[in-house]
């Protein structure tokens, strides 16, 4: 039955298609949807998944920013380097490699999305930073797709290619993805969006991919899109003109299912109220003034105006050297350290103060046991050491990854350029 019905409105569309409306201006038509709707994120929060170096490598590749370690006599080595930790920090280096090396892993929350009909299932992670809808496909060499689930463009009865279109997302070292694009049905939750921009990967370079995922739902404002010759609207840009409020939530837990809930506010999942702060996001990003920022009960003022971005696509939280110097310089035995390319300190650190930074005009906090990130790199002096979740890039634009969202429920409010945030637990 409800197959017949899609095929019904895939003529109809069709037809629509040959009039050559510019891509950009068609909204995705959407069924099923009613006001709201919530999709299930998963979080693989194996061991293996944990990759403190891997995560501050792509967070500044995607940014295009730099670490900003202190040099000289404050940066130090000595860590003794556990076997399976080398091994990944040689393939960082090695970067260069087009497979997604199996060791590489880092976090990753992932939710079910259907492509074409009949349904291709893919996992995807949803990512508040980008604003492409691209997977991994069927036309890339098979060396880069083990590890992963592939869309076939050939395999769905509605696929349409946008001839002429391209996607790209290249970073300053000369890495990146890109390829085609079509339209096609995609499926998240009950929500159905047909002639969805799909862009497909042809080819990606490894450490762009950070695995666990079989593509990127970007859901940052569509002025930041790839696509050329035209943008093209991003799911949410599509899917919002159907729901109740123009608005969706990220619920990020630790170890446990959250989700993504589009149109409605789940007063369920946080405690205390929403507190919101006006964009800052002349960039498209979900950005907002952050100036100041605590460490335990000392405060501290940026020298210079400051934003932050929320990330959920990335997972550390990249903050100025000075809040990581002061931070880290508050935990015994912390140090910068060259081997691994960022702060570490022992993972049996106890009570570890907590980090707070304003949201414009409210505080948020990140409390202190969660400043460890993952299983041990190795030991020095016989102590284990861990990557910490707080380090530190250059410029006055911060990101807020899912460090953040593992302790504080989003809303991303599109309709009313705002974002607002409470906290929840651990
Ligand atoms: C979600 O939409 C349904 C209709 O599909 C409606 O009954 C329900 O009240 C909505 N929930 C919220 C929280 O808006
Ligand atoms: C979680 O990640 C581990 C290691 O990468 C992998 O072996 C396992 O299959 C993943 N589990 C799920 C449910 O995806
Ligand atoms: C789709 O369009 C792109 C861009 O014009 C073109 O390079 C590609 O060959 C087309 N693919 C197919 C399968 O027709
Ligand atoms: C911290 O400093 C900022 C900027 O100077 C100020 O606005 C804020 O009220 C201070 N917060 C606390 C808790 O002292
Ligand atoms: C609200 O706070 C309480 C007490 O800290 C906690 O047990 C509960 O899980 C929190 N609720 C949510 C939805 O996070």
């Not at 404050?74 to 080398?86: E, Q």
């Not at 002025?223 to 003109?241: D, G, H, I």
Request: some cysteine; hydrophobic content about 35%.
């Amino acid at each position: 039955m409800r197959y017949s019905f899609k095929l019904t409105l895939i003529l109809v569309l069709s037809a629509v298609c040959v009039t050559g409306v510019p891509v950009e201006l068609e909204s995705g038509t959407t069924v099923n949807v009613n006001g709201n709707f919530s999709i299930p994120v998963t979080h693989n929060a194996s061991a293996a998944n944990h990759n403190g170096p891997q995560a501050f490598h792509n967070a500044i590749k995607k940014w295009g920013i730099a670490k900003n370690l202190p040099s000289g006599d404050y940066l130090k080595g000595g860590l003794v380097l556990d076997n399976v930790v080398s091994k990944r920090l040689f393939n960082l280096v090695q970067d260069t490699s087009v497979t997604a090396t199996p060791g590489s892993r880092d976090v990753q929350y992932t939710i079910p999305v259907n492509i074409g009909i009949p349904a291709q299932a893919l996992k995807i992670n949803v990512d508040t930073g980008s604003a492409d809808f691209w997977v991994f496909s069927s036309s890339q060499p098979t060396s880069q797709t083990t590890s992963h689930t592939t869309f076939n463009p050939k395999k769905s009865l509605v696929y349409s290619n946008l001839t002429g279109y391209s996607w790209s997302i290249q970073y300053a070292d000369g890495s990146g993805a890109s390829g085609e694009v079509g339209v096609d049905t995609v499926e998240v939750g009950k929500a159905t969006v047909l002639r969805q921009a799909v862009e497909l990967a042809k080819t990606v370079s490894s450490g762009f991919i950070s695995g666990g995922n079989d593509g990127i739902m970007g859901l940052a404002f569509g002025k930041l899109n790839s696509v050329s010759p035209r943008q093209v609207r991003t799911f949410f840009e599509n899917v919002m003109y159907s729901l109740s409020n123009k608005l969706f939530t990220a619920y990020l837990r630790h170890s446990a299912q959250g989700s993504y809930d589009f149109g409605y506010i789940d007063s369920k999942k946080y405690n205390g109220t929403i507190k919101y702060t006006p964009l800052a996001n002349a960039n498209g990003f979900w950005e907002f003034t952050s100036n100041y920022y605590k460490v335990g009960e000392t405060n501290y003022t940026h020298p210079e105006a400051s934003t932050a971005v929320a990330d959920t696509g990335t997972s550390l939280l990249l903050v100025s050297s000075d809040a990581a110097k002061n931070y880290y310089a508050t935990v015994p035995g912390a140090q910068a350290n060259s081997q691994v390319g960022g702060y570490i300190l022992p993972c049996t650190s106890r009570s570890l103060p907590t980090f707070s930074f304003n949201v414009g005009p409210n505080i948020a906090s990140i409390g202190g046991q969660n400043i460890i990130y993952g299983t041990t790199l190795g030991k020095l002096n016989g102590v284990s050491y861990c990557f910490g979740a707080i380090q530190p890039i250059s410029g006055n634009q911060f990101i807020f990854g899912d460090i953040f969202f593992k302790q504080n429920f989003a809303v991303f409010d599109y309709g009313n350029a705002r974002f607002g945030f409470a906290p929840h637990d651990y």
